[in-house]
T-cell receptor, first 116, second 111 residues
């Protein structure tokens, strides 16, 4: 249980365009969604924490106007990379949690973003 | 502060046993996770310990000592496919606090 489905798994976009990444909780309700980024051969880096129905909390150094997070329902959270640039190319991964039942969900499958 | 230490790299031989250690110093504790991450893929769940002792699951076992702030992941009968990064992560008591991850241990299994 506690599965998160993340789409797309891979995306290539042009510089200046926006990309939306979706994470859906399949068999639980995600009160909280954590968004991570990982560059090649580096550690996971937490970007932001979002709670259903409220604004996301961003980690230091992460631009909230560039990485838009929406968590409008208990089963869907989205991350939109706006005006993408090549340096945004990375592996983006989400992870859900249901605080009410203390359920720690699995990671989503990850999205490999390449900006050309 | 939050600090999780694990070795950066380890190498072991196919068929052998390897132990990956993790020590932690965190403000609060509500369980410790181990994840496996193959290159280019998302981490996958291996184990969760919240009480002291050893949890065995097939070829993988995980141990926790809360008083020592210490855990290890034991992999038996190593296979080439076990070559991956292994991440130790600590969960805080607070509901919305994210897991604190170690930097991961890159394990190479050689023939």
């Amino acid at each position: 249980g506690a599965v998160v489905s993340q789409h797309p798994s891979r995306v290539i976009c042009k510089s200046g365009t926006s990309v939306k990444i979706e994470c859906r909780s399949l068999d639980f309700q995600a009160t909280t969604m954590f968004w991570y980024r990982q560059f090649p051969k580096q550690s996971l880096m937490l970007m932001a924490t979002s709670n259903e129905g409220s604004k996301a909390t961003y980690e230091q150094g992460v631009e909230k106007d560039k990485f838009l997070i929406n968590h409008a329902s208990l089963t869907l959270s989205t991350l939109t990379v706006t005006s993408a640039h090549p340096e945004d190319s990375s592996f983006y991964i989400c992870k859900g949690r249901d605080v009410r039942s203390d359920t720690e969900a699995f990671f989503g499958q990850g999205t490999r973003l390449t900006v050309v | 502060g939050q600090n999780i230490d694990q070795p950066t790299e380890m190498t072991a031989t196919e068929g052998a046993i390897v132990q990956i250690n993790c020590t932690y110093q965190t403000s609060g504790f509500n369980g410790l996770f181990w994840y496996q991450q193959h290159a280019g893929e998302a981490p996958t769940f291996l184990s969760y310990n919240v009480l002291d002792g050893l949890e065995e699951k097939g070829r993988f076992s995980s141990f926790l000592s809360r008083s020592k702030g210490y855990s290890y992941l034991l992999l038996k009968e190593l296979q080439m496919k076990d070559s991956a990064s292994y991440l130790c992560a600590v969960r805080a008591p607070s509901g919305n606090t994210p897991l604190v991850f170690g930097k991961g241990t890159r394990l190479s299994v050689i023939a």
